[in-house]
């Protein structure tokens, strides 16, 4: 069955390391999306990407950066961890309609 | 850009009882609102959407009403269930921009 994924669902790290976030999709889905999701303020979105090579930024786009290489895979990097990145990342894909955004399952990250 | 308000943040009901959630948006070119139910520790999930050219939405237990003139939405659960117990966000998108702009959520407890 198509799906989207995400590794590692854990990571702990330390100030200042640079993280890489995975995310894949299999179902040939152009548009993906980043979001960041802390106690009362929901899902944010840091930032999405409509295809390959395309990417934008979000609302909190500070400190991340991702890459879109091919259609399957939009990973998040965090160039220099802080502690305020501590918190739960998803991602997300929709087809080329407006409709459904389809979430993996998420990644807890605590930066220490 | 585009601010989503959602009231309350907790909601407590009854077993039986109703549920209202309301959410507000800035941004009259918004034209795509979406529910999305997510429990602990899983990942959010469409649970309904209504497009502008709708006022009233139903799936079962679940409506979705919208006004376009005072840039409102809501989302009315009856029957509640205690599996009905998630958090709920609302999020509005305009266009084909596909990204969503999510509300900040609302803890529902149904008790039992």
């Known amino acids: 069955d198509a799906e989207i994924t995400q590794s590692p669902r854990h990571k702990i790290t330390e100030t200042g390391r640079q993280v890489t976030l995975a995310c894949h999709q299999t179902?040939?889905?152009?548009?993906m999306f980043w979001y960041r999701q802390d106690l009362g303020h929901g899902l944010r979105l840091i930032h999405y990407?409509?295809?390959?090579?395309?990417?934008n930024k979000g609302e909190v786009s500070d400190g991340y950066s991702v890459s879109r290489s091919n259609t399957e895979d939009l990973p998040l990097t965090l160039e220099s961890a802080a502690s305020s990145q501590t918190s739960v990342y998803f991602c997300?894909?929709?087809?080329?309609?407006?409709?459904?955004?389809?979430f993996g399952p998420g990644t807890r990250l605590t930066v220490l | 850009g585009e601010n989503v308000e959602q009231h309350p943040s907790t909601l407590s009901v009854q077993e039986g009882d109703s549920a209202v959630i309301k959410c507000t948006y800035s941004?009259?070119?918004?034209?795509?609102f979406p529910w999305y139910k997510q429990e602990l520790g899983k990942r959010p999930q469409l649970i309904i959407d209504?497009?502008?050219?709708?006022g009233e939405k139903k799936d079962q237990r679940i409506a979705v009403t919208l006004n376009k003139t005072a840039k409102h939405f809501s989302l009315h659960i009856t029957e509640t269930q205690p599996e009905d117990s998630a958090v709920y966000f609302c999020?509005?998108?305009?266009?084909?921009?596909?990204?969503?702009?999510f509300g900040s959520g609302t803890r529902l407890l149904v008790r039992p």
């Open positions: 997300a894909s929709t087809p080329g309609l407006e409709g459904e955004q389809f």
């Open positions: 179902w040939n889905h152009n548009n």
């Open positions: 990407s409509y295809g390959v090579h395309d990417t």
């Open positions: 941004d009259s070119a918004s034209n795509y």
């Open positions: 209504i497009r502008s050219n709708v």
């Open positions: 999020a509005a998108s305009k266009g084909s921009s596909y990204k969503l702009i």
